[in-house]
């Protein structure tokens, strides 16, 4: 029988040289596909946003939606490590609501950890967030709520100075009590080293394969997301086609009066 991952099986496969498996889910009947298969970690990302909702981008997600989905997957129960994002403007403003905020994901979402996004300029925020006991996992690298600052979502750490400009911010995720770090749209080598340099797990996304582990959106790699295809995703599937023809056989059969039959009904 599976066990229920903790913080410390992840340590131990980072130890071990055993990779994380991680992906994004954010409704009950996802979760238990994927919690049966056996998955180490599940993301409640604020990218719910885009591949759920409809929006252009992670910015306009409330604490409101994070607590909704992430309480859809604790319905579940899954032996999955569950983490949530801290959604836009939940922990940039002051560490009250960010240690508010956190709080409410693990006691209202039923959340075993959060995620927000930065280095050295929200170390302070994950202290404060892990001296609650909180667990924290960061997100370095291409940060999706600073798409705008960063010009659209670009790779980071290209160049020599933005290279050590990540690597100590993944030094100061780890320095203030990150229990592990996602690495988003990096040059495999600078992941490679980040991966060498810590002793806290890296969870890559566009990042290479040296990480400790790799996380996806589920969308993305079940092909239901036609608003963009990041060259980083592999599809595994291409559900798009047959959800569509299973929708246009069912219009097809109430048009024609073939569905429902007679025993679709009651007596």
Same mark, same amino acid.
């Given at each position: ?31 238990? +596909? ?94 404060? +967030? ?63 080293? +980040? ?73």
């Amino acid at each position: 029988m599976q066990k229920q991952k903790t913080i410390l099986d992840f340590q131990r496969m980072k130890a071990e040289g055993e990779k994380i498996a991680v992906l994004t889910s954010y409704d009950f009947p996802m979760t238990g +596909i994927m919690d049966a298969c056996g998955i180490d970690m599940i993301l409640v990302g604020d990218s719910v946003g885009v591949v759920v909702a409809g929006y252009d981008n992670t910015l306009p997600v409330t604490m409101e939606d994070m607590i909704y989905h992430t309480r859809a997957v604790m319905r579940v129960r899954p032996k999955a490590f569950v983490v949530a994002d801290l959604p836009f403007l939940s922990y940039q403003t002051d560490l009250k609501s960010a240690r508010l905020n956190a709080g409410l994901l693990v006691k209202d979402g039923g959340a075993a950890a959060v995620k927000l996004e930065g280095g050295v300029n929200v170390a302070e925020t994950i202290s404060a +967030i892990t001296d609650m006991d909180v667990p924290v996992m960061g997100h370095i690298g291409l940060t999706p709520q600073s798409l705008h600052r960063m010009g659209g979502f670009k790779v980071q750490g290209k160049g020599e100075e933005q290279a050590e400009k990540l690597m100590a911010d993944a030094l100061a995720v780890e320095r203030a009590g990150a229990f592990a770090v996602v690495l988003e749209g990096i040059p495999m080598s600078l992941a490679q080293k +980040i991966t060498a340099e810590l002793t806290i797990p890296t969870i890559g996304i566009g990042a290479g394969p040296h990480c400790d582990g790799q996380v996806l959106v589920i969308h993305d790699i079940l092909g239901l997301c036609s608003k963009y295809s990041p060259k980083f995703v592999k599809r595994y599937a291409e559900l798009a086609p047959l959800i569509g023809e299973a929708c246009s056989n069912y219009i097809a059969e109430v048009k024609g009066g073939t569905f429902p039959e007679e025993r679709h009904g009651f007596k």
